[in-house]
């Protein structure tokens, strides 16, 4: 298998996140797990999700952790592909749900939607991305945040393709 082609089984996991008093998390699109997204190897894994995100117009890339406090972006939606180690990983706020993510794993977040690491193994580090034409902020669900960011994430566009499968999966069924 090409390592820039998806996992031919891979089972995408979807949660719609409620608003909470804090963070408007997304009303309509769900965050999206995919585990084991694709096969990393080589002495370079990032650059294989660098590469993937790039094709199907996921730009703006970086390479780094995930802050460990609730925070969310209201002008882009983000897609992390975690290249090493693991980490616990809330999504949604202070009640929100828990996930542990490892090194093959994708999660693609909505714009509005909280995320936090509750802990990593040593090493752990993902790579992010944006849609093409999308600019990431950082919101921490400090008073005063609402209801303008709420308007915010409101606003911000469908992403052109899905950024594991393009065109032809994934975002087309989840994200209509």
């Not at 370079?44 to 780094?64: C, M, T, V, Y």
């Not at 308007?151 to 499968?165: E, K």
């Amino acid at each position: 298998m090409n390592n820039l082609a998806p996992n031919d089984t891979l089972h995408i996991q979807h949660f719609l996140l409620s608003e909470d008093s804090r963070f408007p998390n997304n009303p309509s699109l769900p965050l999206l797990l995919y585990p084991q997204a694709v096969t990393l190897t080589g002495p370079d894994p990032a650059a294989i999700f660098e590469r993937l995100f790039q094709s199907h117009q996921w730009g703006g890339g970086w390479r780094n952790g995930i802050f460990s406090f609730h925070h969310y972006h209201s002008t882009a939606h983000e897609v992390l592909g975690i290249y090493s180690g693991e980490a616990e990983v809330q999504f949604g706020g202070e009640d929100g749900i828990k996930t542990v993510v490892q090194a093959g794993d994708v999660v693609l977040i909505p714009a509005g939607v909280a995320h936090k690491k509750l802990r990593s193994s040593a090493g752990f580090a993902v790579v992010g991305a944006y849609p093409v034409g999308q600019r990431a902020d950082i919101c921490t669900g400090e008073p005063g945040e609402r209801p303008q960011a709420d308007h915010a994430v409101a606003r911000v566009a469908r992403p052109a393709a899905d950024p594991v499968f393009g065109a032809t999966a994934g975002l087309s069924h989840y994200w209509p």
